[in-house]
């Protein structure tokens, strides 16, 4: 089991920034990756950015150049690091863990999310 809690969130201002994190414990040692998604209201929850146990990263083309995602081994601690924020980043934030079980299956795990909200 792996047990994910998020934190960061909250009112900005558009062109602002803000870091949210993402501490797991648990199972860690089971995580092949980890990221974030997000959800608007009446969206689809979507891919921001995620960050594979080697160090790759894949983002979405509408966070590129603006996210960056990292991570704190020693804390089990995944940041996202969110610049030039625009009234379409608000969302609730989750961050997502890829996990693989003892019977070696794959198993997602959810944070229970952050709210972001940018203001205009």
């Known amino acids: 089991q792996v047990q994910l809690v998020e934190s960061g969130g909250g009112l900005v201002q558009a062109g602002g920034s803000v870091r949210l994190s993402c501490a797991a414990s648990g199972s860690t040692f089971s995580i092949n990756a980890i990221g974030w998604y997000r959800q608007a209201p009446g969206k689809e929850r979507e891919l921001v950015v995620v960050?594979?146990?080697?160090?790759?990263?894949n983002y979405a083309d509408s966070v590129k150049g603006r996210f960056t995602i990292s991570r704190d081994n020693a804390k089990n601690t995944v940041y996202l690091q969110m610049n030039s924020l625009t009234p379409e980043d608000t969302a609730v934030y989750y961050c997502?863990?890829?996990?693989?079980?003892?019977?070696?299956?794959?198993?997602?795990?959810w944070g229970q999310g952050t709210q972001v909200t940018v203001s205009s």
């Open positions: 997502k863990a890829i996990a693989t079980t003892k019977a070696a299956l794959l198993i997602d795990y």
């Open positions: 960050i594979s146990s080697g160090g790759s990263t």
